[in-house]
């Protein structure tokens, strides 16, 4: 069984940056299509990003392309979300989510995901 675990959320100006962490544990998470998804209060959860299982592919929300940054550390079997520029509505809970698949891709559709985190906040505000 995967756990994951998210951190790395806060309060920060417009323009400025955070890095997400997601740490997996109960498994290795090379093997698995790692992605992140938000969601703001009163909308639905969105994906913004994700890696495929051995960091063949990549894939962004078309709002955040160029502004966030998607990478895997194997050895401290951790997933990053290194977001810069950041504006108000990148306002969110974030979450990291997983699941196994031999295909060389991800996707950005959250019924795709077995295994959640808890979630961090990410408050975008001046």
């Known amino acids: 069984q995967l756990q994951l675990v998210e951190s790395g959320g806060g309060l920060v100006q417009p323009a400025g940056s955070l890095r997400l962490s997601c740490t997996a544990s109960?498994?290795?998470?090379?093997?698995?299509?790692i992605g992140w998804f938000r969601q703001a209060p009163g909308k639905e959860r969105e994906g913004v990003s994700c890696?495929?299982?051995?960091?063949?592919?990549?894939a962004y929300l078309e709002s955040v392309k160029g502004r966030f940054t998607i990478s895997r550390d194997s050895a401290k079997n951790t997933v990053y979300l290194q977001m810069n520029s950041l504006e108000p509505e990148d306002t969110a809970v974030y979450f990291c989510a997983a699941y196994k698949t031999e295909l060389r891709r991800c996707v950005l559709k959250r019924s795709a995901y077995d295994y959640w985190g808890q979630g961090t906040q990410v408050t975008v505000s001046s």
């Open positions: 890696i495929s299982s051995f960091d063949t592919s990549i």
């Open positions: 109960g498994s290795t998470s090379v093997d698995y299509a």
